[in-house]
């Protein structure tokens, strides 16, 4: 416990006495404010012709806040978030093994698992803290509007449950190169593949169409930007967790019997 | 405190060591000596349980290797050969951190990083970063973190590459002060290194021990005789011929020079010291002796010649 707790404090340590945390985040927050404002925006101007043409008024949901802002700024955060974790988990395994320091680490008396999560942990850390300063643009529409409080909650918790996931897609990748760009490139395309899937589900048959999408990254991050929290779609991001955590293990065991 | 029977270790088809078997008393300093991609590196991640042997069997302090890693590598401090830091932190930072992994109490972790840095001689680098550091002090660095929560065992892998001369006198005054209490093992191919700081020397080449021994006998061992480089003022033919006649002197050479000032090489046979009747020889003579001295066969020679041999 103790040595997590270590490995997590020296990694954030190095997140923000490098740039990477700063830039990453920034990046994050100006595209999420970009994206807010057209939505914000073009819901305003909606609300301006609504008030004049009451046909368009009559719509239903164009003129609900959490449905024509909240909700696809939700969808919006979590393609930057596609693009921007594989830059915070590139470095936590590939970096040491380039330098060599990997080598020192792992003749200390700890256990591969407690590196693991100590990294796991120091970058959802970074993470959540990119996540809870995003939090001012459903705040502004609070201040602005009447949005339900309830998706904006599980929006969040489905997003944190998504970054998670990326994070330890990201740590594997990591593990398995000390090239920090073939790492970031590796989880951004897997990333990438995952969330395409669900795109093909249209063509396809109804059976094979359901089981794309359900391992799709798509299909399970929309309930809870609606509001609803399905635990099928909390387990999954579990599981993919849990899945990539576990590969790591694996890999970092394997220079045990690799030649 | 170390033992390793047999050990080996494949990458692939290549296999960089072919049945490696030595052992360490406590408080010993064992110098590891080789040409570079001997092995010795690869003994010492095997030691350190970086990676497992292809076969064979090693114990540290009583624990193996391959199923008791955590508890050998509390029992060990390891630097590996290029010093691997983390440079974005701060040296105490730095050495605060591998305290704790170590294991040593959250309570005592400031205490021992201030007497190590002191011990290392780094408590005026405590404001920088490890990155900031010259080579050399990165090196103590290096060395400080191996020394954190006290180890039986420390593993130095070329402690001393890549340093000007003065530090390396200093970092070779650190490693001897370390004996003792400790059992260290050095590897390195620079061979006075080992003559000053080890009590014995394994030379590995190409996976497979060639020869372990104190630094000493391993030079009488070889060398088989002794020699003596003498110089003397006098006619060359005629010092020969005297010196030849002294008993036990098995042959004679001139180095250089002619009539007058010229060196001699005396091979005398083992056991046998001729360094009492040579100058009585030639100051009965008259001639003039001007240098008297023990011409030893260096470790580099020694080395040589294992390697060659094999």
């Not at chain 1, 985040?25 to 999420?32: A, G, Q, R, S």
């Not at chain 1, 904006?152 to 997003?159: F, K, N, R, V």
């Not at chain 2, 300093?29 to 990676?51: D, E, Q, S, V, W």
């Amino acid at each position: 416990m103790r040595n997590c707790y270590l490995i997590a404090k020296k990694e954030l340590q190095s997140y923000f006495t490098s740039p990477v945390a700063y830039v990453v985040i920034t990046i994050f927050l100006i595209i999420t404010g970009y994206f807010f404002y057209n939505l914000f925006a073009s819901f305003s101007t909606l609300s301006f012709q609504a008030s004049a043409n009451p046909a368009l008024a009559k719509q239903r949901n164009l003129l609900n806040v959490t449905e024509t802002v909240i909700r696809p700024l939700f969808g919006n955060m979590s393609i930057i978030m596609l693009l921007m974790m594989p830059l915070l988990t590139m470095r936590l395994f590939s970096e040491e093994k380039k330098s060599g320091t990997i080598e020192l680490l792992l003749t200390y008396p700890i256990s591969d698992m407690e590196v693991i999560i100590g990294k796991f942990v120091a970058c959802t850390t970074v993470f959540i803290l990119m996540l809870s300063a995003s939090i001012t643009c459903p705040i502004l529409v609070m201040v602005f509007g009447e949005p339900e409080t309830g998706p904006i909650i599980t929006g969040y918790l489905g997003l944190f449950l998504m970054g998670s996931a990326f994070i330890s897609l990201g740590i594997f990748t990591s593990s398995i190169t000390e090239n920090q760009i073939v790492a970031a490139t590796l989880s951004f395309g897997v990333l990438f593949l995952f969330w395409m899937m669900g795109y093909s589900v249209s063509f396809m048959g109804p059976t094979l169409g359901r089981i794309i999408m359900s391992i799709s990254l798509i299909g399970h991050i929309e309930g809870f930007a609606k509001g609803v929290i399905d635990t099928t779609d909390i387990i999954y991001y579990l599981i993919f967790s849990s899945l990539f955590i576990f590969l790591t293990l694996r890999v970092m065991e394997s220079k045990k019997w690799r030649g | 405190m170390i033992k390793v029977e047999n050990l080996t270790k494949s990458y692939g088809n290549f296999q960089a060591l072919k049945g490696v078997s030595f052992s360490v008393q406590k408080g010993e300093i064992l110098g590891f000596l080789g040409p570079n991609g001997a092995g010795k590196t690869t003994t010492m991640r095997i030691l350190t349980c970086f990676f497992p042997a292809t076969s064979g069997k090693a114990t540290v302090a009583g624990f193996d290797v391959f199923a008791e890693p955590h508890e050998v590598r509390k029992k060990i401090g390891y630097l590996p050969e290029n010093v691997p830091l983390y440079l974005d932190m701060p040296v105490p930072d730095y050495l605060s951190f591998v305290a704790g992994l170590k294991g040593v109490k959250r309570r005592e972790v400031k205490k021992q990083v201030e007497t190590i840095m002191e011990e290392c001689v780094l408590t005026h680098m405590s404001h920088k970063l490890v990155g900031e550091l010259s080579k050399g002090y990165r090196q103590r660095v290096g060395i400080a973190q191996a020394l954190l929560n006290d180890p039986e065992v420390l593993i130095l892998d070329e402690p001393t590459i890549g340093l000007d001369p003065k530090q390396i006198i200093e970092i070779r005054k650190l490693i001897k002060g370390l004996a003792g209490r400790r059992t260290v093992i050095l590897s390195t191919h620079i061979l006075p290194e080992v003559s000053m700081t080890c009590q014995r020397v394994i030379i590995i080449n190409e996976g497979r021990i060639i020869a372990s021994d104190t630094p000493q006998n391993l030079t009488s061992k070889i060398q088989g005789e002794n020699r003596l480089l003498v110089k003397v003022d006098g006619p060359s033919s005629e010092i020969i011929k005297n010196l030849e006649g002294i008993k036990g002197v098995r042959k004679i050479s001139r180095k250089e020079g002619g009539n007058g000032i010229s060196q001699y090489v005396v091979d005398s046979e083992k056991g046998v010291d001729v360094r009492r009747e040579i100058p009585a020889v030639i100051v009965s003579k008259g001639w003039g002796l001007l240098e008297l001295k023990p011409l030893e066969m260096s470790l580099e020679d020694i080395f040589v010649k294992l390697v060659t041999k094999e």
